[in-house]
């Protein structure tokens, strides 16, 4: 059995361009900015290199997402619309175009990268595959994560129950970095949030996020968009290159707050994909 690591190389290339870009303010509004590509890229290899020895890893897989189209943005088009006017470093996208010719790649359109690491973590395999990654968002995902800022962690597994709760947990809070709000209002310290990562079974968490919408005066449509930003792909969640929107569980003896049918729950979402 080999062992594979499926690389975040979006954060990967961020933080390799951003460590060898500096910047100097001369005064009167005046600013430039000196970056070495060289540097960065030695700066990648190293770290990949580093990743491979220290998880003792046979082959490796650099993940990028299409920097063109999102799928979410069907969903929600505000989503990481907050990231408009944030300067990138200077060659960042140079970087991911030397990753990906480099190195054994994965970019799948309309995808993050999270979406490539989640469904190549998932997909019927012989291979011992590790997610690696420093997103939170991977904790939404079944398998083996290694999180390279928390190294004392180790490779740890995140079991099928976790990563249920983790996504509903992220469905009631939003995430401030991906522009979408959850159930606005509603926080990390609410008992709703708090309860959903106690959850024994998927329809207990979904509970728990439809109680923090209901709360905040949402709909259990507006828990299921936001649902589908939160989630990361996995194996079987696409249908060649359309993405499958997520419909929530139901349990007709236990009841839920809003019941939709899965047309009416996704009704609206993926207009054009």
Same mark, same amino acid.
């Given at each position: ?9 979006? =954060? ?106 989640? +469904? ?9 595959? +590790? ?71 998927? =329809? ?27 989630? +990361? ?41």
């Amino acid at each position: 059995m080999s062992r594979v690591l499926l690389i975040d190389a979006d =954060i990967l290339a961020y933080k390799a361009t951003s460590a060898n870009q500096k910047k100097y303010d001369w005064g009167d509004g005046v600013v430039s900015t000196s970056a070495d590509f060289t540097t960065a890229k030695r700066t990648a290899r190293d770290t990949i290199n580093a990743l491979m020895d220290d998880l003792k890893a046979d082959e490796m897989i650099v993940c990028l997402s299409d920097d063109v189209n999102n799928f979410r943005k069907e969903i929600y088009p505000a989503y990481k619309t907050n990231r408009k006017g944030t300067e990138r470093p200077q060659y960042l996208y140079d970087l991911k175009e030397w990753l990906a010719d480099k190195y054994p790649t994965r970019i799948t359109a309309n995808l993050e990268a999270d979406d490539v690491m989640g +469904i190549l973590a998932t997909e019927p395999s012989v291979d011992e595959r +590790i997610m690696v990654s420093e997103d939170k968002d991977m904790m939404t995902v079944p398998g083996l994560l290694f999180r390279p800022n928390q190294p004392q962690l180790g490779v740890f597994r995140v079991s099928p129950l976790e990563a249920t709760r983790f996504l509903f947990w992220q469905t009631i809070v939003g995430d401030q970095t991906d522009g979408y709000p959850g159930a606005k209002g509603v926080g990390k310290a609410s008992p709703f949030a708090l309860d959903v990562l106690e959850a024994e079974d998927e =329809i207990e968490a979904w509970d728990e996020v439809l109680m923090a919408y209901q709360s905040a005066g949402l709909t259990e449509k507006d828990a299921v968009q936001q649902c589908n930003l939160a989630r +990361i792909l996995k194996h079987g969640d696409m249908a060649g290159n359309r993405v499958i929107p997520w419909v929530p569980p139901y349990d007709p003896e236990r009841g839920n707050y809003c019941p939709l049918s899965e047309e009416e729950a996704v009704s609206g979402l993926f207009s054009s994909l």
